[in-house]
T-cell receptor
Framework: QSVLTQPPSASGTPGQRVSISCSGSNSNIGGDYVYWYQHLPGAAPKLLIY???QRPSGVPDRFSGSKSGTSASLAISGLRSEDEADYYCAAWDDNLSGVVFGGGTKLTVL | EVQLVESGGGLVQPGGSLRLSCAASGFTFSDHYMDWVRQPPGRGLEWVGR????????????GASVKGRFTVSRDDSTNSVYLQMNSLKTEDTAVYYC?????FGSGTVSLFDSWGQGTLVTVSS
């Protein structure tokens, strides 16, 4: 059981916009930044969004992050086949004094 | 270019020990925190532990499932971070990733901006 809650799966067709949610509490998302990672099988995870809504250089602007209260979202617009991957949210948790992850969302591009 | 290369994974019996290494290059290693994250087969990512930088006194933190059994250490002279794993359990079987947490110098950090390819640890009799 993960501290942060994500839907196990999401899907969309090429060109569509999809959103992945991440729900937490005041001790993590509500009080700190949220991070999003893309993980392809057999590869290293890749940072997509840092400090809730910032994109590292090289990450397309199709990816965006937001937060409201104790929930966060990753939005992907103009969906492409290469976006098919597992997506994880993460944040520092003050109560646990450690980093917590969501359980991951498997995105399928139909 | 930031590079993180893990090594030391393998097969170990329950109750045994293993030491993982992560060699870093392409950045000023001593400036940043270094973390270990793992992924058990068929499951999601789990944070294992952290070594902070000199500014933060090289302090460490651990996830609840490994606290008291695992130790993170670092050697800034060789740009390496280590994960000593003792009293291993079958549930510790996972791919272990080394990851950098970027320290901005103002006291703020950015989690896991670079990752290694991972090394597989299998705990089985």
């Amino acid at each position: 059981q993960s501290v942060l809650t994500q839907p196990p799966s999401a899907s969309g067709t090429p060109g569509q916009r999809v959103s992945i949610s991440c729900s937490g509490s005041n001790s993590n998302i509500g009080g700190d930044y949220v991070y999003w990672y893309q993980h392809l099988p057999g590869a290293a995870p890749k940072l997509l969004i840092y400090k809730t809504n910032q994109r590292p250089s090289g990450v397309p602007d199709r990816f965006s992050g937001s937060k409201s209260g104790t929930s966060a979202s990753l939005a992907i617009s103009g969906l492409r086949s290469e976006d098919e991957a597992d997506y994880y949210c993460a944040a520092w948790d003050d109560n646990l004094s450690g980093v917590v992850f969501g359980g991951g969302t498997k995105l399928t591009v139909l | 270019e930031v590079q993180l290369v893990e090594s030391g994974g393998g097969l170990v019996q329950p109750g045994g020990s293993l030491r993982l290494s992560c060699a870093a290059s392409g950045f000023t290693f001593s400036d940043h925190y270094m973390d270990w994250v793992r992924q058990p087969p068929g499951r999601g990512l789990e944070w294992v532990g952290r070594s902070r930088n000199n500014v933060k006194g090289y302090s460490t933190s651990y996830g609840a499932s490994v606290k008291g059994r695992f130790t993170v250490s670092r050697d800034d002279s060789t740009n390496s971070v280590y994960l000593q794993m003792n009293s291993l359990k079958t549930e510790d079987t996972a791919v272990y990733y080394c990851a950098r947490t970027f320290y901005f110098g103002s006291g703020t950090v950015s989690l896991f901006d670079s990752w290694g390819q991972g090394t597989l640890v299998t705990v089985s009799s």
